[in-house]
């Protein structure tokens, strides 16, 4: 009994040790690019929508985000973009790097920056240089780092929004981690919070993960479909990925312990209560879900939108019909509206439909009122390759 109750005791203290330690971090230097952006207040609002019709006006091709000045041809999918320390970071997903038509690399995810909210199209790419290589950008664990065998037997870490900014110069995101057993096969196991922490004195990015996998499926992966922070607390959306699409479902957590879960607490819209219990689906609960009845969700944001007087959630469906569609709310826990608004179906690209598509709000909001005219990227298939593309969209 003694042995076994040391042998319990160095286990807990083993297992202490490690939860105090990140299982990846990394730090790399980021091209010094300022974007300042004007910062919105969010608030409840206590005055009805404006511009309810979610009439466009134009919406603005910039083509492939690209960054002119790197010798590398990049194709690339996903992403979402972050505005910390008044930079724009943008992060994406599987990333090909060519020169002269030859393969140079290829990485799960990668980062750039953006160089002007004028031109959204126009990156500095930070991880996928000649000079740089095509490393992930964000860290693995040893034992993630150890089964890298492209196109088989990886992992993939990709995100599909936009972080949560948590202070002047950190944010979380929340990607999705995936294993592929074969070329073609892949299996979600969870999302994984990154905390990023950006020194403005030496243009250097730390990126740490405290946990392998943050909430496993059932679970619903909150963050990883959209979040929106309004005075000091993130709301944190995610998809009901295993029983049905057409559910989101909500955590909050005060900004500045976001990464302690035990402040986290869920949102049950039945009963218009909060709870400390993280609930763990075993069937679809859709009367707990803050969206319900909505077409089925892929990728989305959400932001307090100062033209409409309300959240908007612009989002792409399940459905591949390239299509930028929003819904509103007035206030993070609703009520949200359950018909959507089609506010551009443009013409997909010859491989396909196009995805991926996330809404980047703060690009104009420096003397503009936030929320009238928005940036919007999404994965475009063209014959060449899948990239990103950028777009301004301006409301009527
Ligand atoms: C698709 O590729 C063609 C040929 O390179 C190019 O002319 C066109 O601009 C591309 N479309 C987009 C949306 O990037
Ligand atoms: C790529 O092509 C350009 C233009 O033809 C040439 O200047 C450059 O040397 C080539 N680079 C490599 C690595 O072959
Ligand atoms: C951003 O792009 C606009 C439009 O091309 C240009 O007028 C402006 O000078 C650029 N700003 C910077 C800081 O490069
Ligand atoms: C964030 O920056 C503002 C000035 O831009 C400053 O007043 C504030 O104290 C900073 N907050 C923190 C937590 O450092
Ligand atoms: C962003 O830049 C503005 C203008 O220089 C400055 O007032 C503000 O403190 C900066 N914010 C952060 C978070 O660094
Ligand atoms: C923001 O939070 C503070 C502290 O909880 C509270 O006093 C204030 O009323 C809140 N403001 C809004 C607009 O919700
Ligand atoms: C996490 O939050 C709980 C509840 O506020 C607190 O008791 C605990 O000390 C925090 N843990 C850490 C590591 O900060
Ligand atoms: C949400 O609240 C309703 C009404 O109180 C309750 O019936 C239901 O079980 C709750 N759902 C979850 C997932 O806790
Ligand atoms: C916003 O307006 C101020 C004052 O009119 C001006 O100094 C500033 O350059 C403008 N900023 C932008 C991004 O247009």
Not at 113 to 118: D, E, G, L, Q
Not at 223 to 246: C, E, H, K, M, P
Not at 347 to 354: A, E, I, S, V, Y
Request: neutral net charge.
């Amino acid at each position: 009994m003694y042995l076994l109750h040391q042998l319990i005791a160095l286990l807990a203290c083993l297992a202490c040790i490690a939860c105090q330690q990140p299982v990846a971090s990394t730090t790399y230097p980021i091209p010094s690019i300022l974007t300042p952006a004007r910062a919105t207040n969010p608030q409840f609002s206590q005055a009805p929508l404006q511009h309810s019709s979610f009439a466009v006006s134009s919406t603005v091709p910039f083509g492939k985000m690209v960054d002119p000045t790197n010798a590398y041809t990049i194709f690339r999918d996903g992403g979402g973009s972050c505005h910390i320390a008044n930079r724009t970071l943008f992060f994406f997903c599987d990333t090909n790097a060519y020169l002269n038509g030859t393969f140079k690399g290829f990485a799960s995810n990668s980062i750039s920056v953006a160089t002007n909210f004028s031109q959204p199209n126009a990156l500095s790419d930070a991880s996928c240089t000649p000079s740089t290589g095509c490393p992930a950008a964000i860290p693995w664990t040893p034992a993630e780092a150890a089964t890298q065998g492209y196109p088989s037997k990886r992992y993939a870490l990709w995100v599909y929004t936009n972080c949560v900014p948590t202070g002047n110069n950190t944010a979380v995101h929340f990607w999705s981690l995936n294993k592929y057993s074969s070329d073609f096969s892949y299996a979600g196991l969870g999302n994984t919070m990154v905390q990023y922490a950006l020194d403005p004195t030496t243009n250097h990015l730390t990126l740490t993960r405290n946990t392998e996998i943050t909430f496993a499926p059932p679970t619903y992966p909150y963050g990883s479909f959209a979040n929106v922070v309004v005075n000091g607390t993130a709301y944190l959306y995610g998809i009901d990925i295993t029983y049905n699409r057409n559910d989101v479902h909500l955590a909050m957590a005060p900004v500045d312990t976001i990464t302690n879960l035990t402040t986290w607490q869920y949102y049950n819209a039945s009963s218009q209560t909060w709870t400390s219990t993280m609930p763990v689906p075993t069937a679809r609960a859709q009367s707990a879900a803050v969206i319900q009845n909505s077409i089925p969700f892929s990728t989305g944001t959400i932001f307090f939108s100062e033209y409409h007087n309300a959240f908007l959630l612009v989002f792409f469906d399940n459905w591949a019909d390239s299509t930028f569609r929003v819904l509103s709310a007035p206030s993070p826990v609703g009520p949200w509206t359950t018909n959507n608004h089609a506010i551009w179906a443009m013409t997909p690209g010859p491989k396909g439909f196009d995805y991926g598509g996330v809404a980047h709000s703060y690009y104009y909001t420096n003397n503009a009122t936030a929320g009238k005219s928005l940036m919007l990227h999404f994965s475009y298939q063209n014959t060449s390759g899948t990239y990103t593309v950028a777009n301004e969209l301006t409301f009527a």
